[in-house]
């Protein structure tokens, strides 16, 4: 046998090495396809997650701050007291606007003509007059006396001091006009109109004026029916759980009901605001658009959520803790309360924190049970009617005013900050106390 006979290349096995090569090559390109897939996917939720909290942030970090006017009051006796008896019920029925159409006047006195005199008076908001009246209803010795007042711009001219208004459009295209604009530019010539930090935002109820709307009453609420919700759902949650796990026999009813709790957790939320509808409302009388029945539909919409979590805890339980415990004479009862639920519950916690993050968020069910109604006052009890801070938001952006669009980024923002905090306090306690085996 020859030296070239011995190195001649076998036909077949250069064919094979040939389908492998390709082979692995068609195997890496789709593998770099499927990586690449998968790094634009995470690529473009983030650009999505970035676009949507630039463009809330973008729109609602404005509404944390508010335009005053500096005027200079004078509680004419004639007008606040004509009567000169201190009456709060007279008090109460003077003419306030009529003192800050007086103050306007003496800034610019200049203007003349009906119509000018109407716009000068809308450069203030209508809640100046109310607040005229709270002041001298607390405090009657102020009529007769001058007092210089920082009170509240109206949403359009806090529009053009936050940059809102595009001057650039003809004055019969825009709210504000120009003469409008030619007097705030000269009440910030003489330091009159500035920003300050809109308390309003987060101490008053809703409003039709933008500049007198705030989230409190709201707020109120949605605290009324997280407390309600978090003192049914979870000890009914906790003790069904228990009972599951630790006590129901196995048989088909059990299945069938384990079955039924984890088919609730899928449920529609607005399918148990028609529960509501129904139960609590229409069939035992309970008030509409109360925190009471608000608190009763989100704990039967949390409750699945609560037992699921609550299961999943219990089983992270090693069975040697029970057969521990039982060993040494612990009955079934006393191995469940000292031992094992101690063990499991952080993570109930977590689970019961999770699911009232996503009650605080719920629209649908709320408008089902009439939350939908302009509140203004909050709530002093679970059974006055109330708002929550989702019905809110949902209100607000259905409002045409553009002061209102940043007022509802805003409230989106605080929204988002105490769904942040709740989610963060569930990962704290199932990083503080959760054990792993």
């Known amino acids: 046998m020859t030296e070239s006979s011995v190195r001649k290349p076998i036909p077949k096995l250069d064919a094979t090495r040939a389908r492998v090569a390709d082979s692995l090559q068609r195997r890496y390109r789709r593998e770099r396809i499927f990586q690449s897939c998968g790094v634009a996917a995470v690529l473009l939720s983030v650009g999505f997650v970035v676009f949507f909290f630039t463009s809330i942030v973008g729109k609602g970090y404005s509404a944390f701050s508010q335009s005053y006017i500096k005027i200079d009051i004078y509680f004419d006796p004639a007008v606040v007291d004509p009567r000169g008896t201190r009456d709060p019920e007279d008090l109460a029925r003077a003419n306030y606007p009529a003192l800050v159409k007086g103050s306007l006047q003496a800034l610019f006195p200049d203007v003349s003509g009906r119509k000018s005199r109407r716009e000068l008076r809308r450069i203030v908001s209508t809640g100046a007059s109310y607040a005229l009246q709270d002041m001298v209803v607390a405090d009657p010795q102020l009529i007769g006396s001058k007092r210089t007042l920082w009170v509240l711009a109206d949403d359009e001219i806090d529009m053009y001091m936050k940059g809102n208004v595009d001057v650039d459009l003809a004055s019969d295209r825009r709210k504000v006009s120009d003469e409008q604009i030619a007097w705030v530019e000269q009440l910030r010539a003489d330091d009159r109109i500035e920003l300050r930090f809109n308390s309003t935002f987060f101490t008053a109820g809703d409003s039709r004026d933008p500049e007198l709307s705030g989230i409190w009453a709201a707020a109120k609420g949605s605290l009324f029916m997280l407390l309600i919700c978090m003192g049914l759902a979870f000890p009914l949650g906790v003790a069904a759980a228990i009972y599951l796990e630790e006590f129901a026999p196995r048989n088909r009813w059990v299945d069938l009901v384990e079955v039924n709790i984890n088919n609730l957790a899928a449920v529609p939320s607005i399918v148990f605001g028609l529960l509501g509808l129904s139960v609590f409302i229409n069939f035992l009388g309970l008030p509409r658009s109360a925190p009471l029945v608000g608190g009763l539909v989100l704990a039967l919409m949390t409750l699945p959520t609560v037992i699921i979590a609550s299961r999943s805890a219990i ?93 509802t980024s805003a409230a989106i923002l605080v929204l988002l900050g105490f769904l942040l905090v709740m989610n963060a306090s569930a990962v704290w306690l199932r990083t503080k106390f959760e054990r792993r085996w």
């Open 315 to 407: 089983t992270a339980v090693p069975p040697s803790i029970r057969e521990a415990a039982l060993g040494l004479g612990a009955s079934q009862v006393q191995t469940v309360t000292h031992h094992v639920l101690p063990l499991a519950l952080p993570g109930m916690l977590t689970g019961a924190i999770l699911g009232l993050a996503r009650a605080l968020g719920e629209t649908a069910p709320l408008l089902m049970i009439g939350m939908v109604a302009f509140i203004v006052e909050a709530p002093q009890t679970p059974l006055d009617p109330s708002s929550a801070l989702p019905v809110q938001i949902y209100l607000w952006a259905d409002s045409p005013e553009r002061a209102f669009v940043e007022r």
